[in-house]
């Protein structure tokens, strides 16, 4: 692999359509298309599993270049594993398949654990957005916005893991700018975009019956996803 970059770094204009040939290449199981793609964009790749690493608490990889470097070709094999779902006409692969790597590095790496903390009786600040936690899900977590960690908690506790999964690829997806998410989204899991589309619609109108019957979900009341 590459070595790594911590920083992602701006797509050239000719990029989407150089990732699309090899894309398809690899589709077709081409291995040295493979590594042309990482050769060329492999910063991409170490800059998510980077964030993924430190939203997970262990920033402590972050300065063992061997088991960072790891991660990162883990995080290939995802994508390449994937390349015949993959859409040029979607998000780019590293971002298509974001949540099936954080799972693989996830799988790797585990979690942080945070120790029980007191109730010091100070009130928390209501969250604010700012920058790109107004456009992504899952970085509206790393925000701190209590009322999305909520409803991801709710749903996980109340639909099945490939459903869960469905939906929340599918709102990263329309965050990503993503025309049409259900095939995306179905391609990626190998579900029929029907089936997706309507995981999806069943999935909020169930959630605005449960925030509406559940005085412990009353702030997901008017939340913006299910009052779109």
Request: charged share 30%; with cysteine; proline share 4%.
């Amino acid at each position: 692999m590459a070595k790594i970059t911590h920083a992602e770094g701006n797509l050239r204009s000719d990029d989407r359509s150089r990732v699309a040939e090899l894309m398809a290449r690899i589709g077709d199981g081409d291995d040295a298309a493979f590594f042309v793609l990482v050769s060329e964009f492999d910063s991409r790749v170490a800059y998510i599993v980077r964030q993924f690493v430190i939203d997970m608490g262990r920033r402590d990889i972050l300065a063992d270049e061997d088991e960072l470097s790891g991660l990162v070709t883990d995080a290939w094999l995802v994508i390449r594993e994937r390349a015949g779902g993959w859409s040029a006409d979607g998000a780019m692969p590293w971002r298509w398949a974001h949540l099936a790597i954080r799972h693989r590095v996830s799988e790797a790496v585990g979690h942080r654990t945070t120790p029980l903390m007191e109730d010091d009786g100070v009130e928390e600040a209501a969250w604010s957005p700012t920058g790109d936690c107004e456009d992504l899900v899952l970085t509206r977590l790393r925000c701190g916005d209590p009322r999305l960690a909520l409803m991801l908690t709710t749903l996980k506790a109340n639909f099945s893991e490939r459903d869960y999964l469905v939906i929340v690829e599918y709102l990263q997806q329309q965050s990503f700018g993503d025309p049409s998410p259900s095939h995306t989204v179905g391609r990626l899991y190998r579900v029929k975009p029907d089936n997706v589309r309507q995981i999806y619609h069943r999935a909020r109108k169930r959630m605005r019956k449960l925030a509406a019957d559940d005085p412990e979900l009353e702030s997901l009341r008017g939340f913006w996803w299910l009052a779109a």
